[in-house]
């Protein structure tokens, strides 16, 4: 979205790519307030604009509320 208004500034590919960013924006905003053992501060990243949902889950991952990775075995 950036690129497009450094450059050309094109109306078709911001009417596509700006409501598509919006939307993403309050998916992790919702998704982040819905989880409730997420603590307060990873609530409250998830509002900054643009890395907010980057900054949740790092906090998700540091206060142990996500689900740890198991690596599935498989017979042989």
Known sequence: ML???????LQPVS?????THGWA???VVVAAWRLR???ATA???ALVPGVGGLLALRHLD???TT?????ES???
């Open 25 to 27: 924006y309050l998916f």
């Open 37 to 39: 053992q997420a603590p």
């Open 43 to 45: 609530k409250a990243v």
């Open 3 to 9: 690129a497009n208004l450094a450059t050309a500034h």
């Open 67 to 71: 689900r740890p990775y198991t690596k």
């Open 62 to 64: 540091r206060s142990g």
């Open 15 to 19: 009417s596509v790519v700006g409501p």
């Open 74 to 76: 498989t017979s042989s």
